[in-house]
């Protein structure tokens, strides 16, 4: 048990989980390098914890927690944090967290009832790479280097408009996939009485 969960992955899952509350302070600073620093480092962990898992058969219960847990708690401190900056509108906030609150209900629903969660998909992992890897461009249009401004601003929102259909495309997908499980729980229990 201690073996399983004292992993390298699990411990890049935690740094990151640690990197929030840093980002918070540095953005309250205003220290918005700093921050846009912080959110590559976690983009960093993101990705070497599950290489590194798969790789060297490191994967755990709590790694599959930690991950998208860790996934969900940045993108929605970040979503505010940009929208606080006056740097992503409202509805784009209200979308994405309005994906993830009907999935947590979905899932609720779902482990009540014994099923297993969704299976993440492909397209699932690289709609969240594209937000996290926009969050940091829309920062950096913060920027007093016109150039770095510009071009952030041009990057950030090429991967926010990718990152939010594919959010939304792949939100719908496991809504679909949790409605049709319950529906064959339900379906499985009509037919024994």
Do not use: C
Request: aromatic share 14%; proline share 3%.
């Amino acid at each position: 048990m201690k073996s399983s969960i004292l992993t390298v992955p699990n411990l890049l899952s935690v740094l990151r989980l640690v990197g929030v509350p840093i980002y918070l302070v540095l953005i309250q600073g205003e220290r918005y390098g700093w921050a846009v620093l912080t959110l590559m480092v976690a983009g960093a962990t993101d990705y070497f914890d599950g290489k590194i898992a798969r790789r060297f058969n490191q994967t755990s219960r709590l790694g599959e927690l930690l991950d998208p847990a860790a996934d969900r708690l940045y993108i929605v401190v970040i979503l505010f944090s940009l929208w606080d900056l006056k740097l992503l509108p409202i509805a784009i906030v209200i979308l994405i967290f309005g994906r993830d609150i009907v999935l947590a209900i979905l899932l609720i629903a779902m482990k009540r009832k014994g099923l297993s969660p969704f299976t993440v998909t492909y397209l699932g992992k690289a709609a969240t790479f594209n937000l996290l890897y926009a969050f940091p461009f829309l920062l950096l249009t913060l920027s007093e280097t016109r150039w770095l401004s510009d071009l952030s601003y041009v990057l950030g929102w090429a991967f926010s408009i990718w990152g939010v259909a594919l959010y939304l495309y792949t939100g719908f997908s496991y809504f679909r996939e949790g409605v049709r499980d319950l529906a064959q729980v339900h379906g499985r229990v009509d037919g024994t009485h």
